[in-house]
């Protein structure tokens, strides 16, 4: 069965560093999202992108953070310079065309930032 | 008022019970409802989606939304120990992007 796949699952990272968390979404899918989790708390709705382009953003995905799509098959997502509150899980999702809401999720990335 | 709220529990039940797991929300634009299921440290499992109000069932999974009171719930007959998980429910408006919505998530450990 198709999955959507994530790398890496764990990522330590310094303060102020760059970290690029990537994601093979499953393969006839057009609409992709970024999610996160931080510890105990909710999921919370990152950015969603289609047709090479970002639809629409969180307050959270400020200038810091920033999406791509650098070929047919990866969809990455990169935080400039890391801050100790982004340590999160970062969940990748991706569903079909006319199948919105089934979003499919991967394993997710846990990023520690020290 | 929070836009999805849902009980964190931890619900604990014998083998065989009926579990009942519940959100309520706060924006009437909601219409699309979904049910994951999370285990440890891995990522939400698509269990149940409904449109709109009314009743969906899935094999032990019953699925229910009543938009009058913006109320839905997710009922598992026979719970099994393999059903021990986070259950997270997760709503969106409609539209073409459908961000989902968060609730918590409620723990449920079903016994042997």
């Known amino acids: 069965e198709p999955e959507v796949t994530q790398t890496p699952s764990h990522q330590v990272t310094q303060m102020g560093q760059e970290v690029i968390l990537r994601c093979v979404p499953i393969?006839?899918?057009?609409?992709f999202y970024w999610y996160r989790q931080i510890l105990g708390q909710k999921v919370e709705f990152l950015v969603s992108?289609?047709?090479?382009?970002?639809?629409?953003k969180s307050e959270i995905f400020d200038d810091q953070f920033s999406v791509e799509r650098p070929d047919g098959s990866n969809f990455t997502l990169k935080i400039r310079s890391t801050k100790l509150e982004d340590s999160a899980m970062y969940f990748c999702?991706?569903?079909?065309?006319?199948?919105?809401?089934?979003?499919?999720f991967g394993p997710g990335t846990r990023l520690t930032v020290l | 008022q929070k836009e999805v709220e849902q009980d964190p529990g931890p619900l604990s039940v014998p083998e065989g019970a009926i579990v009942s797991l519940n959100c309520t929300y706060s924006n009437s634009a909601f219409q699309y409802f979904m049910w994951y299921r999370q285990y440890s440290r891995k990522g939400p499992e698509l269990l149940m989606y409904t449109y709109s109000s009314g009743n969906k069932e899935d094999g032990r999974f019953t699925a229910q939304v009543d938009k009058s009171s913006k109320y839905i719930s997710l009922f598992i007959r026979d719970s099994q120990p393999s059903d021990s998980a986070t259950y997270l429910c997760?709503?969106?408006?409609?539209?073409?992007?459908?961000?989902?919505?968060w609730g918590l998530g409620t723990s449920l450990a079903v016994n042997p």
């Open positions: 992108f289609y047709n090479n382009e970002i639809s629409e």
């Open positions: 997760a709503m969106s408006a409609a539209g073409n992007n459908r961000k989902l919505i």
């Open positions: 393969s006839n899918h057009l609409y």
């Open positions: 999702a991706s569903t079909q065309r006319g199948a919105y809401n089934e979003q499919f």
